[in-house]
């Protein structure tokens, strides 16, 4: 595992955006894991940028690790809008070339299938960004998250709903109790992975993650298994890390 200490947030989610901007120059058919989440609108603000300076996302195909369940594409909370809003809009990205969970599946099981099988069709994903949640969440995979599990329905820990409330006027409750997600497995398969932490808020679960036991009750401590994996942390996320391997 590749660890990259930033100074700053705004260096971190700049180099992050460097990383992705490199992958999709590189590779003929780009397939891009895309995450949402506050860290994550300042990585999609630098690529934004560097679309305005010339990076084409015409070639590239996105999934996205998650969606509420329920809840319609066209709700504002929906991580359908935010992608929408954070990055799609602002891009050249083809149309129907971008998937998320579908949040308003009749029947999710089917969905979830439909999603692996999607993933599998495109050429299994190229680059995965990820956050991690306080819970130790990559993807909405809450502890316990067994790091063999696939795309599923979910219930998300108070925890969560209470990390996210912002966007349902920090009403905690209103936050949906469940959700669709990639599973540990799926996130696993991606041939690269791309965390990024930031802010004092996350030191604890990324010293966990990341120095702690390699465990299913931390989802993103299953990332040190992976063969090529990469975690961008501000000096606040780092802030716990004894870094002395
Ligand atoms: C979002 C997702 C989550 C977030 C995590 C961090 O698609 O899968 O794992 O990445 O909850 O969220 P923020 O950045 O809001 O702290």
């Not at 930033?6 to 397939?31: F, H, L, N, Q």
């Not at 996130?187 to 390699?214: F, N, Q, S, Y």
């Not at 996320?237 to 391997?245: Q, T, Y």
């Amino acid at each position: 595992m590749e660890i990259v200490l930033a100074p700053d947030a705004m260096t971190a989610c700049r180099e992050a955006a460097a990383r992705i901007a490199d992958y999709m120059r590189g590779a003929p058919d780009p397939v891009l894991g895309l995450a949402t989440g506050r860290t994550m609108e300042a990585v999609y603000r630098a690529l934004v940028g560097m679309h305005r300076d010339g990076l084409s996302f015409a070639r590239c195909r996105t999934f996205n690790l998650d969606e509420y369940y329920p809840i319609a594409r066209d709700d504002p909370r929906s991580y359908h809008a935010y992608m929408h809003e954070q990055l799609f809009r602002h891009v050249d990205i083809v149309p129907g070339r971008t998937r998320l969970p579908d949040g308003a599946a009749p029947e999710p099981e089917r969905e979830c299938r439909a999603y692996e099988d999607a993933i599998r069709a495109a050429g299994g994903i190229g680059l995965q960004l990820l956050g991690i949640g306080l819970t130790g969440h990559i993807g909405f995979n809450e502890p316990p998250s067994d790091f063999a599990t696939r795309t599923r329905l979910v219930e998300l820990d108070e925890e969560t709903r209470r990390q996210n409330a912002e966007m349902f006027d920090d009403r905690w409750q209103d936050v949906p109790r469940r959700a669709l997600t990639m599973g540990v497995g799926t996130i696993l398969d991606a041939r690269r992975l791309l965390m990024v932490a930031t802010g004092a808020a996350k030191a604890r679960i990324v010293r966990d993650a990341l120095e702690g036991p390699v465990t299913p009750m931390v989802s993103a401590s299953a990332l040190r298994q992976h063969p090529a994996c990469t975690v961008i942390l501000d000096s606040e996320a780092a802030g716990l890390l004894r870094l002395d391997r």
